[in-house]
């Protein structure tokens, strides 16, 4: 990890030497006092090599490689669910190594222990052929819950998280669940009205628990925010939902940005991601703001009366299936509908439409705040990309002249052969032409993208039939917007979106 980012933060060193100081021996302990005296050099130099190694194998040696992982493939990669043969989706566990986390994370730095085959629970059917531990261990645990649609599990070292391993997106069951989920989004349509008029009028409410869970309703419906978990103690990482605000995560601005009654929300959000938001509310929504802020100090509560159990269970009286993240999935989904067709236009050229279903893509990834650092590579293959638009415009210029020429010999000989020579450069200038198009469409949807990461809200939120849809509709190839394993993931939505598909 030498070369990157994380190693030169200082909670990732610290919290690496930290736990390597417990690995060493007694010996090591009294020599190595500071990790930066460690040259490390050497072992990372042995990795790059391996890597490098990699890369220069012959046909033949990435044949073999490939068939070993075929045949790992078919003996660990696929189960008997009620009868059918299914994929799994990961069936190797994560190796040891160095925590990253995303964001700021406490925790980042810290060692991931190897997991044994003691660790693990085994989940599988009482009359199936129960898998072999490896020689001299033995599971943790064999049971048969056909309840849970993990097939092993184990809790890794860092965060004392489980992991489970589960069937492939593909499968009948993970598309079942996922047609669900978006099915519960488009029922919230039939409600959503009546929801909003019942949390505005709550805000008037005498009760002042009612009013706090109409206020973060509304957030949780115009801002998707999360409503967030509760805590177990002694977790690390200070990260808050909407019922978990405290009074320093948000400041009030009677007037800011040319706009009246803004809100300004400062908080880390799942995974460490921080959320900075500015946005102007309703007039009632921010005088509520201002009584909940009234005599709490920084740490306190904002919405103290509010517990996510206790908005959860208002949300489920509201419509059957109701939560938080149902609320993402239905304003995502139909943020997306709606940006798809004031931007999108019949005449476009497919490179364009791209542009456009990205820029709708972003619209929602920006919503619900799917963040991104720019990549490390992100100037380089910037630069390599206005290097061939460069090249392109030469191509280009020469074509034009070329066709100018064509053009003048064609007026002087009038013949069937200068003719055949004009239409031969007209139709090059035009394929020149347009591959420029393309390169700058893709400079432009490159730069604009850059620190937001459209597939959490592709794959997660959005209902593939909204984007299938779009596809037929405006013949776009859906292999453009959906990889194969994204289509082979979303085989339920192919199948069921026709071009009039409404969310």
């Known amino acids: 990890m030498l070369g990157h980012e994380y190693t030169t933060k200082e ?37 790059v090599d391996k890597a490098a190694a990699r890369k220069v194998l012959s046909r033949e040696e990435k044949q073999k490689l490939k068939e070993e992982a075929e045949k790992l493939q078919q003996e660990f990669g696929y189960c008997i ?18 925590f990253r986390g995303r964001g700021d994370h406490p925790k980042m730095g810290m060692l991931k222990r190897r997991i044994m085959p003691e660790d693990v629970v085994i989940n599988c059917s009482r009359d199936s052929k129960i898998p072999e531990p490896p020689a001299g261990h033995q599971w943790k645990e064999v049971r048969s819950d056909n309840t849970v649609t993990w097939l092993a599990a184990w809790t890794e070292s860092v965060q004392n998280s489980i992991k489970y391993i589960m069937l492939n997106p593909c499968s009948k069951l993970k598309g079942e669940t996922a047609w ?72 009030l601005h009677p007037e800011a940005d040319g706009c009246q009654h803004v809100v300004e929300f400062d908080f880390l959000g ?27 100090g920084p740490r306190d509560n904002l919405f103290d009366r509010l517990t996510t159990t206790s908005l959860n269970k208002h949300l489920q009286e509201l419509m059957d299936g109701l939560t938080a993240k149902v609320f993402r999935t239905y304003n995502a989904s139909i943020t997306l509908q709606e940006q798809l067709r004031a931007l999108t236009r019949a005449e476009d050229s497919i490179a364009a439409k791209i542009l456009s279903y990205n820029r709708a893509n972003r619209v929602v990834a920006i919503l619900c705040n799917h963040q991104r650092a720019t990549p490390s590579t992100f100037e380089k293959s910037m630069q390599n990309l206005q290097t061939k638009i460069q090249a392109k415009k030469e191509q280009v210029a020469e074509a034009r002249a070329e066709l100018r020429r064509a053009r ?26 347009e591959q420029l198009a393309q390169l700058s469409v893709q400079a432009t949807d490159k730069e604009e993208n850059k620190q937001v990461a459209l597939g959490t809200s592709k794959l997660n939120y959005l209902d593939p039939r909204i984007s299938i849809a779009w596809c037929k509709r405006f013949r776009v190839p859906v292999e453009k917007i959906y990889s194969k394993t994204q289509r082979e993931r979303f085989a339920w939505a192919l199948a069921m979106a026709g071009e009039d598909f409404e969310f």
């Open 81 to 98: 669910l009620d009868g059918h043969q299914e994929k799994i989706g990961n069936f190797k566990i994560e190796p040891p190594g160095l």
């Open 270 to 296: 799942k995974d460490c991601i921080r959320y900075y938001n500015r946005v102007p509310v309703e007039k009632p929504v921010y005088k509520n703001l201002q009584l909940f802020m009234e005599s709490k």
């Open 408 to 433: 003048a010999e064609h007026k002087a000989q009038g013949d069937g052969k200068s003719r055949s020579v004009l239409e031969k450069k007209r139709r090059l200038l035009e394929k020149l032409q």
């Open 180 to 251: 669900q989920k978006f099915e519960t989004a488009r029922r919230l349509r039939g409600f959503v009205d009546e929801i909003r008029s019942q949390y505005r009028a709550d805000w008037k409410s005498r009760e002042m628990k009612t009013r706090q869970r109409a206020v973060a309703l509304y957030f949780i419906d115009k801002l998707a925010l999360r409503a967030g978990n509760e805590k177990e103690d002694g977790e690390a990482a200070d990260t808050v939902g909407c019922c978990s605000l405290r009074v320093e995560h948000v400041q």
């Open 11 to 47: 909670v990732f060193r610290k919290n690496f030497f930290n736990d390597w100081r417990k690995e060493m021996a007694v010996e090591e302990r009294e020599v190595i006092k500071s990790l930066d005296k460690c040259d490390f050099t050497e072992i990372h130099r042995y990795f």
